[in-house]
């Protein structure tokens, strides 16, 4: 330790002469030998040590804090990192306690296949969520917020135990029953002259056979083999060819529910608009600077589909939008939506997109 | 020399403070699309006129923001995808920064473009503004050194 | 007679004199600086709710730039924590002096020791001057947009500074760290000349008969001065951290507290030496470049500056220290030298700009209070969720951790920029106008500098009402 006491200040006092020049002082305080670890230096290094001791203590309450059964979730963008955990496990019936936190931009957190609205992530503030699953089964939880260009792949898991009766089976895609190859070319047979309208065909006035009213029956009819059919029938005869498509435009509307289309509409304007764009045009807000996606290495083969591209969308069945929104893996980026959206909700997603096609569709 | 100065300096901020009611066009309705990425509005700027009936159709491309206006109060926010609009009336002429108001990433409280509702010159007052004061410092200074040398005077406790 | 001295009042002499008053708010600080620390590193990284960034560059700072270093100089510095546990090691304790128990025994430090622990160097010669706080503050300032939004960022900066100044203190002698590195120290001790506060003697023969020089070697009631600075000597306020430890150890009262007219050290800085103008020019160029990036409409430009380490970060940096320490120095020297060129002066160049940098001073304090004031009236609301929730668990201790962002005032704000801006715009002409007189040049010397201040307050008075 003496070593460390070295003193090399060039400033060394002046050694007092006895009667010198230094004038009258007041006393000081104190004489020689001061008052060094009295009372009042313990005193002070008490309070310093608790002053290093609250940021201690602080550390400890939030150390504390982080292991009291909640799982913390960060939600953070698919770049930095996506979910932190992505997998979880529950236990059917057994409360899954969890805090998300956004650590950037807004998110939102929602389970697939449930009809509950998503929990909004505001950036830096901790939200609490409570889950109980009834059944066991693999759970995806996805994010709800737009949040940049891999926010699809903003996916976690969930898997549950226990007992109970567990989930129903995935139903086989309609384009697999069918044999639709979602891949192929679909180019649309024949075109019409003007972009056909529900309510003209409504107001024809002609009877349709019931196979042409029947959901499943046309499942696997595009709007051209549809018009083909209907041109081919003979209670068309009368009708010129834009009217047959006026027609075609009624008949698909007439197998689709009013809330089934509301609904697709609201999952279309949360969930697709961002790259297909509100009038599907497919030139939207999050595609459109392809510099900016290209820094991000989102470089696509494919861009989003037009779906105001008559030549390709009524070569398109019903089944095949459907098989291509529940399978995604277009190269485009498109997602797969099979385990975030139900049966119907895919259903009403393609029945939706017939808007960008026929006029009063909704 | 002070009366002069002081003189000029009253006339320029007379000029500085004048509201401004020549070369206005009549008002209008007015659609502007405001597109919002991290961290910047496109247009940077939204010129209007005063009296104008504007209607910001906001549209966020990568992340949800929203868009703030100083001095009108006015907010929304926009998912992408999902472009937001709000009407008001630009009845208060001058420059306003516009600001995001959703967090959207680290430098959102920077994420800063303007609604410039004419006819304005906040500048250009501001600038007459910055004369006047310099002028008004040279006068001062000048007075200053007409004053005995200083040095710190002693003051006992 | 331009100054009162406080201590001339009993109550203040005590509380001044007293060690205890000062501590309390030391280690207020000290244990605020350890829990921003914490918060920084634990809670959220969204700068926007993680108190530590709330606290320190929304709150502090403003009060900071706006309060406490035009009014008060260098009062930040008397309760600053950073210096504090290496300057308690270094002294063995934390009030007053242990004193030696045997007096002959005492080392050339004196009877009553100024190092307890520590080598007690001597600071470097030629690094006794603001090259090395002005590098610190420029290295500070490139990273400076990742600072303020990064809580991770801010509590790694002020670990480094905290253990830095431990380091310093262990090595050193005294508050070398304070007076030779700290950045934020740099600009306070600069700016501190246009406050209306100073410590200094009140009489100066008294001072020059005294042979023990206490305020400098220390007693039985005091260190000697941490700042290295011999009271009787202090000019301007730039060395003197206000630590008060001269008002302890002088044994005949000859240290005064003094309230005087605001900018009276200006009128003493003759010609500053070459590192304080330089720094007042940095100041100054950075102001205008912090404004430009934070409050101005270009997203690239944000992203750049704050993407620490990327190209685009390197050409931002290009950039920034082309305009504070080649653009503003440059065009200075230019206005200086056309000045002197109008006015026929025989003075060298440097000198004539060395002289006229003093006038710098209220103008870049006021742009930083001004730029400062709009930070602070735009991003106050962040403070209250952050404080209701600091380890962002979910609290809600105030009831306000879900408050939505506002700014306030945010009609007049702009113009309340403006007025404080051009305060400073007025103020630095009336120095402009009487160094030139000093000079001998009258209007002719002192117009193209005048026309320079106004290139940085055109270009604020842009940003924020343009």
Known sequence: ?362 | MAKPILLLSAVLVAIGLTPISFGTASPSSRHVHVRARSYEYTPATIDVQRGDRVTIELESTDAVHGLRIDGYDLELRSSPGQPAQLTFLADRPGVFRVRCSVTCGPLHPFMIGRLRVAPEADLWRAGVLAVVATILGVGLGSRRNSRPGQRPMATAP | MNRVNLLRWPTVRAIVRSRWPQLSLQLLALAGLGMLIVIGLVGTPVGNRNLAIAAIWIAWWAVLMLLAVPFLGRGWCSICPLPLPGEWLQRGAILRPPAVRDEQAAGPRGRYRNGALGLGLPWPKRLRNLWLQNVVFLALALASLSVLTQPRTTAWVLMVLAVSAVAVSLLFERRSFCRYLCPVGGVIGLYSQASPVEVRVIDQALCTRHTEKTCFTGNSEGYGCPWQVFPAALRTNVSCGTCLECLRTCPYDNVAVNIRPFGDDLLRAERPSLDQSFKSLLLLGSVVVYAAVMLGPWGALKSAAANVGASEWFAYAAGFLLVTVIATPGLFWMAASLGRAAAHLRARPLEVVRAFTPALIPLGMAAWASFSLSFLLTNLSYLWPSLSDPLSAGWNLLGTASLAWGPYVSGISPWLQVAILLVGVAWAAAHVRRIADRLGGGLRLAIPVLAFNLIPAVGLLWIFVG
């Open chain 1, 1 to 362: 330790m003496t070593a460390l006491r070295r003193a090399s200040s060039r400033f060394a006092p002046q050694r007092e002469h006895p009667g010198g020049g230094t004038p009258a002082a007041h006393p000081a305080g104190n004489p020689v030998g001061g008052v060094p670890k009295g009372t009042a230096e313990l005193g002070a290094r008490a309070a310093v040590g608790l002053a290093l001791g609250v940021p201690l203590i602080l550390l400890l309450i939030w150390w504390l804090g982080r292991s009291d059964g909640v799982q913390l979730i960060r939600a953070r963008v698919a770049e930095s990192g996506g979910w932190g955990p992505d997998a979880l496990t529950a236990q059917v019936g057994e409360p899954l306690k969890l805090r998300l936190t956004s650590e950037d931009v807004v998110h939102g957190f929602a389970i697939g296949h449930n009809r509950q609205p998503g929990i909004e992530l505001p950036p830096g503030e901790p939200v609490d969520a409570v889950l109980i699953f009834e059944r066991p089964g693999r759970y995806v939880f996805y994010c709800t917020r737009w949040c940049g260009p891999n926010h699809w792949r903003m996916r976690g898991t969930i898997e549950v135990t226990g007992d109970g009766p567990s989930a129903e089976a995935a139903p086989i895609p309609a384009y697999v029953a069918l044999g639709i190859d979602l891949d192929a070319p679909h180019p649309a047979a024949v075109l019409p002259s003007r972009r056909p309208s529900v309510d003209r065909g409504a107001a024809l006035g002609i009877d349709l056979p019931t196979r042409y009213r029947s959901r499943d029956a046309t499942l696997g009819l595009g709007p051209s083999d549809l018009w083909q059919a209907l041109r081919d029938d003979p209670a068309t005869r009368d009708l010129a060819d834009s009217q047959v498509w006026d027609l075609t435009a009624w008949a698909m509307r007439s197998v689709v529910s009013g809330e089934s289309l509301a609904e697709g509409e609201r999952l279309y304007a949360e969930n697709c608009a961002a790259c297909h764009g509100r009038d599907g045009a497919g030139e939207a807000a999050a595609q459109r600077e392809p510099a900016h996606a290209a820094a991000e290495g989102e470089t696509h083969a494919v861009e989003p589909v037009d779906f105001t591209d008559a030549s390709k969308m009524l070569g398109a069945s019903p089944a095949l939008l459907q098989g291509k929104i529940l399978r995604g893996g277009m190269g485009s980026g498109m997602p797969y939506w099979g385990p975030i959206f139900t049966e119907d909700q895919l259903w009403a997603l393609a029945s939706y997109l017939w808007t960008f096609q026929f006029e009063g569709w909704l």
